[in-house]
């Protein structure tokens, strides 16, 4: 009897225990991730960036949410908001409740398709599916119909009355720290809400830094963004894989960017110009898939230097 079920039985269990992990520990496992870009003007004292996304938040996240307070003692200079806020029609409360203490700094923000969409429940295989079909997002697909929708006009109300830049398919300044910060930000390339036309141009001459803010990383906008010579682009989205392989990395990205660049610092090229591009891993997941491997929740401390 050993013979025939033990090898099943084990694959089993290694296989439970793995969810066990990945659902009830490392999806609450929250962390710091610290990077340093060298993208200011000679001379400059170092500005120190939070960037915070996709935290798909749902109502009755206590941890997450004192996580996200704990966040201000960090006192960053900027934070910056890269989109998907929510998993849960009912999180708004709370989320803006987490948010509260980072909203006393100075920020910036851009939606993601999950600010304004509930989530579908779907069978986490079509990811790969999807990968392999090079079929992304709503990108050649119909809009997205049937879906539940958020309540994001409450998140972008708390947003602008804290003084925070709207940066939906526009542009925006802040002096911060005595450096002039130009911003140039887009609606969710992965929903087929960014129009880099409105805001296209390039850097903006007497600014001190400017920075491209987008919330999912597709190819189309890293281009743009690079080739129009910005020197920094911040994105979320990936979850950095959500699920990886250790030792190897992320499977995917949802979205057309490389697996190799799902999270963390890299660099991108087009039109003869090499942009930084920092990709969050987020803090949250999808309601209906709430787990995470070789792959902790995380906000970023950016902490931005004068160039070489």
């Avoid at 001379?43 to 307070?69: C, E, T, Y």
Wanted: a neutral charge.
């Amino acid at each position: 009897m050993r013979a025939r079920y033990g090898v099943p039985l084990g694959i089993t269990a290694l296989g439970a225990a793995g969810l066990a992990y990945a659902a009830g520990f490392e999806a609450r496992s929250f962390r710091l991730r610290r990077v340093t870009v060298p993208v200011l003007p000679r001379g400059a004292h170092p500005l120190r960036v939070l960037q915070v996304s996709d935290i798909h938040m749902v109502s009755g996240q206590r941890k997450k949410q004192r996580w996200l307070r704990s966040l201000a003692g960090l006192r960053p200079d900027l934070v910056v908001n890269t989109g998907d806020n929510l998993s849960d029609p009912e999180g708004v409360p709370e989320l803006l409740d987490a948010l509260g203490p980072l909203l006393e700094f100075p920020g910036v923000y851009v939606f993601g398709s999950n600010d304004y969409y509930g989530p579908k429940l779907r069978n986490p295989a079509r990811y790969l599916f999807e990968k392999l079909q090079g079929r992304h997002g709503l990108n050649g697909n119909a809009p997205a119909v049937g879906v539940v929708h958020n309540p994001w006009e409450g998140i972008r109300d708390a947003f602008d009355t804290a003084g925070w830049l709207d940066l939906t398919n526009t542009r925006g300044r802040l002096k911060v720290e005595g450096l002039e910060l130009a911003f140039t930000g887009l609606d969710d390339p992965h929903i087929k809400r960014d129009r880099y036309e409105k805001v296209a141009g390039g850097p903006e001459a007497d600014a001190d830094l400017s920075v491209g803010v987008v919330h999912a990383p597709y190819l189309r906008s890293l281009d743009a963004f690079t080739a129009d010579g910005y020197p920094l682009v911040l994105a979320g989205h990936t979850h950095g894989g959500q699920l990886c392989v250790p030792f190897y990395g992320a499977l995917v990205t949802n979205c057309d960017l490389d697996t190799d660049r799902a999270k963390g610092l890299s660099t991108h090229r087009a039109g003869g110009h090499t942009a930084y591009l920092h990709v969050s891993a987020g803090c949250g997941t999808n309601r209906y898939t709430p787990v995470r491997f070789a792959c902790p929740p995380e906000a970023t401390l950016l902490t931005l230097t004068p160039r070489d």
